[in-house]
């Protein structure tokens, strides 16, 4: 019998829950940044950080066939032992309690600086915990079918990109093409904070139904994911100039200020109003994530106490620490850091183990 069969998912909500967990807060800033490190080539380190990703996703499913009907923290305990599945399961939970809360301060600092600056951050932070607690309590199962409700509800909003460029646009601000491929790979860099989110794998692929689908299952979604970064990215470069587009911190929401109709002025209010249902997908997977890692560590089946304290814990921290985009960027930078080496050099070097551990115990059997 599966372990976690009373939890499935489709391969469908499988795709939009990886996809949802790295399409998040990255995209609003990324054309600035990665035209601050490669000009208007910026939209190549997009491509080369997608290959990246895909390699990495790919070892991460490699890693899970090893032992396809358990988490990551199961699959220690059974080749390290007891103690190593619980040093991996609290560290995996503390990763993703770091990341959603620094996705959720994030989304604070947007809604205070561009809907309501005079609200406080821990009353948002309460607003943002009601419904994510409502979903998230009732496991994997109900946060996949919100993710892709969320991906069919948001296909609308490039529109309002389309509004944006009939206003302004001049495709002459990409030329030349591959002015400088040395920075636009040195700027790939950049791009692995807003690829990071693959690393939910890791705890989704027990989940999954059809197993036998989840490399292409999560190819897919990390190509959902370079798709619109780079029709954000290249939508703003051919918007603003070389030397505007840097001044701005987030283009891809100062980009629908030109934006006006006679019933409404700001657009890119009533987008940011909208992106909240983005970024609440983002959040949620983590969230479950450090709570799920956290029930197991503690032998608990039920998550939903874990959760509430997780949130109660946000809100705390929320009102004795008023955040700033300084100190959110520098969390960013963490947990790229942090994440980044647990996606690509942790599992590389996990995945070649455990090959070679099976390898030399074949050759034993023989």
Known sequence: MKKYAYNE?????????????????????????????????????????????????????????????????DLFTKYFGKWAGKAI??????????????????????????????????????????????????????????????????????????????????????LPLFKDMKKALLATQSTIYSFLGVEIAFFLYPFLQKKQAASIGIIIANLLSMLVFLFVTLTCYIFFSPDEITLFNEPTLSILKVVEFRFVERMEIIFLAFYLLVLSRTWMPYMYGATFCSSWLFGKQDHSKHLLLLLLLLVLVTYFDTPTFNQNDLLQEWGAKLGSSFVYIFSLFLWIYLSIRERIRGRAAK
């Open 89 to 174: 399961a609290l560290f995996m939970a503390l990763y993703f309690a770091f990341v959603a809360f620094t996705i959720v301060q994030r989304s604070i600092l947007f809604i205070q600086v561009w809907i309501v600056p005079g609200v406080s951050g821990y009353v948002l932070m309460i607003l943002f915990a009601i419904p994510t607690y409502t979903i998230a309590r009732n496991g994997i199962r109900i946060i996949g079918r919100y993710a892709e409700l969320v991906f069919f509800l948001i296909l609308w909003m490039p529109l309002f990109y389309w509004f944006a460029l009939r206003e302004s646009h001049h495709w002459i601000h990409l």
């Open 9 to 73: 998912i489709t391969l469908m909500q499988y795709i939009f829950l990886i996809h949802g967990a790295q399409f998040g807060i990255g995209v609003l800033q990324l054309p600035r940044i990665l035209a601050e490190k490669a000009g208007m080539d910026g939209w190549i380190p997009i491509i080369f950080g997608w290959m990246t990703s895909v390699i990495g996703s790919l070892i991460i499913i490699q890693i899970m066939k090893k032992y396809p009907e358990g988490t990551l923290f």
